[in-house]
């Protein structure tokens, strides 16, 4: 539920709700805990308190950055992954032709049929956390074609074992991509960064400063700080949920290259057939 709120949203509106609601919400317990605890006691331990919030400051900084690194290396890594899928289907529909006419023909029909179900069905499948299983289909008839095909010529046979290859290793790929897509954050991973967000913050209430409306400034500015890069780590942690999400941009690119290639090849072959025509000799 919490998910789908978080990625169902803009943005911009889950990260205002996410920095402006902590912000708020410490300021008013810093002035219940500023009534409880008088200021003068807090005062006089300024300075204990002040290493204190130093060695948990550095040890949240440290865990804090660490999570970002990871989800940022994560997200990076599912973008680069759905390239190299969308690159291996370019490559088989390249080749595809070294299999004969016929084969060939099917086998390009069968990658626009991958490309079209991947951008239209599949992409807004795991945007909303489901498993994507249509594109498969296209796939296992691309084996079966394959496996029961028989090459007549030997430069056939060695495109039938190169574009097997290639099906296999983008078999890999699109489970690696379906992966990446089921993987967040562990539960006990956002324990620890909110616990210490939790402590990073509360500490800074015991310093002890005559001016509340001051106080509460520098510690609604530290909320806001660990606020930001929660909400960036959110943002990237679901590398095909919400905005901030791996584009199916390198899929439509493929299938625009498939347009271009269709059209080049299509001119070509009525070029050579008008060149044809216009050598043929004519009676008189």
């Not at 040890?59 to 690194?69: D, E, G, K, R």
């Not at 991973?189 to 939790?198: H, Y």
């Amino acid at each position: 539920m919490v998910l789908n709120w978080l990625y169902n949203n803009p943005t911009w509106l889950v990260g205002t709700v996410l920095i402006v609601g902590p912000v708020v919400l410490v300021c008013c317990a810093l002035r219940v805990f500023h009534g409880i605890f008088p200021m003068e006691t807090r005062r006089e331990h300024n300075e204990y308190t002040g290493y204190v919030v130093a060695i948990i400051g550095i040890n949240y900084a440290v865990l804090i950055a660490f999570v970002a690194v990871a989800v940022w290396g994560a997200y990076d890594h599912a973008t680069a992954i759905a390239s190299e899928e969308a690159e291996r289907v370019g490559n088989l529909y390249r080749d595809a032709p070294g299999l004969g006419p016929v084969m060939g023909a099917e086998l390009r029909s069968d990658l626009k049929t991958y490309v079209r179900t991947v951008v239209e069905e599949e992409w807004p499948a795991m945007s909303r956390d489901e498993y994507p299983s249509a594109g498969w289909r296209p796939l296992e008839h691309i084996q079966d074609a394959l496996a029961d095909y028989e090459p007549s010529k030997t430069a056939q046979a060695v495109y039938m074992r190169e574009s097997l290859g290639e099906l296999n290793k983008l078999y890999d790929i699109r489970r690696q991509r379906l992966s990446a897509a089921e993987n967040g954050l562990e539960p006990a991973v956002w324990a620890i960064v909110l616990l210490g967000t939790v402590l990073t913050i509360g500490f800074t209430f015991l310093f002890g400063m005559p001016s509340l409306r001051m106080h509460m400034v520098m510690t609604g500015g530290v909320t806001a700080a660990a606020m930001l890069v929660l909400v960036l780590i959110i943002a990237l942690d679901w590398p095909f949920r919400g905005e901030v999400q791996a584009s199916p941009s390198m899929f439509k690119r493929v299938a625009e290259n498939m347009r271009m290639l269709d059209a080049q090849e299509k001119e070509r072959s009525g070029t050579f057939t008008v060149g044809a025509a216009a050598a043929t000799p004519t009676r008189k």
